[in-house]
């Protein structure tokens, strides 16, 4: 697949922006986005905890949103830097957090912070949205130390097996029924965006893996992420409990090489 231009992927970018940037006030309403239990909350743990150990560490949250996923490495003592595109999702972040936690506004494609190294980073739902990928890995591989783990938390949302299909239009078919509300911001606007993303295509985790590998990361298995989905199942009203079981879910968890050079 042949990348987008620059000139291309700025346009996309401020879309993305702005998108979100609008979305931003209901996040935590959609089901999937804000920890609903204490029982999710500590699943979130166990699968951070079994990721990057159980010493505090200096962890790099990118696209954190509204501060979901930075909520539970505070909790478990890390020290977290958390960024992402959208100031209008940094404010709410803040909000939850305040300074527990540093917030940066920049774009998790393009690390600025030349001097910033991590322990560890951590991603949810982000990479499915990227317009370079490539770029974004090789970034992610330069801020990690040596020894640095990365989990990516994602999915394929385009592709259904159709088992998985029919239990999307059931679920939607009963959300519909119940009168719930669809907390997203014009339903156009997303599909134009999610139409020129470079995984417009579908996210698998077999081409995932063959993109860490080309970055230099090594060690690249599999995260139980399924443990977070049951709580979220548990928590969540019955239509959005079914539409959690239809798609492909997955985290992968990747090593930067101890003896990898120190990258400036």
């Known amino acids: 697949m042949s990348a987008p231009s620059t000139h291309d992927n ?60 930075t909520r539970a ?20 972040a803040r909000a939850k957090h305040g300074k527990a936690a540093r917030f940066r506004l920049g774009d998790a494609e393009r690390l600025l912070d030349e001097d ?30 040596p020894g640095g783990r990365l989990l990516i938390i994602d999915g394929d949302w385009v592709n259904r097996t159709r088992w998985q299909a029919l239990v999307n239009r059931f679920g939607t078919w009963l959300r519909a029924k119940r009168g719930a509300a669809v907390h997203q ?44 989905v049951r709580e979220q199942q548990r928590a969540a009203p019955l239509h959005d409990a079914i539409r959690l079981a239809s798609s492909t879910r997955f985290a992968l968890l990747a090593r930067k090489p101890a003896d990898a050079a120190v990258s400036r």
């Open 185 to 228: 911001i014009d339903a156009d606007t997303h599909a134009s965006i999610t139409s020129r993303f470079y995984f417009k295509d579908g996210l698998s985790r077999p081409r995932l893996e063959a993109m860490l590998t080309a970055a230099g990361f090594t060690d690249i298995v599999s995260a139980d992420y399924h443990q977070v």
């Open 116 to 145: 910033a190294s991590y322990d560890a980073a951590i991603t949810r739902h982000l990479v499915w949205t990227l317009t370079d990928p490539e770029a974004a890995l090789s970034e992610w591989f330069r801020v990690l130390r």
């Open 10 to 69: 700025f346009t996309l970018k401020e879309e993305i922006r702005a998108y979100w940037s609008a979305r931003a006030e209901s996040f935590d309403l959609s089901f999937g986005h804000a920890i609903k239990s204490d029982r999710e909350l500590k699943a979130f743990q166990r699968l951070i905890g079994d990721s990057f150990g159980s010493q505090p560490l200096d962890v790099l949250d990118l696209a954190c949103g509204t501060g979901e996923i």
């Open 73 to 92: 490495l505070l909790s478990l003592k890390h020290r977290v830097t958390a960024l992402d595109f959208s100031e209008a999702m940094l404010e709410r």
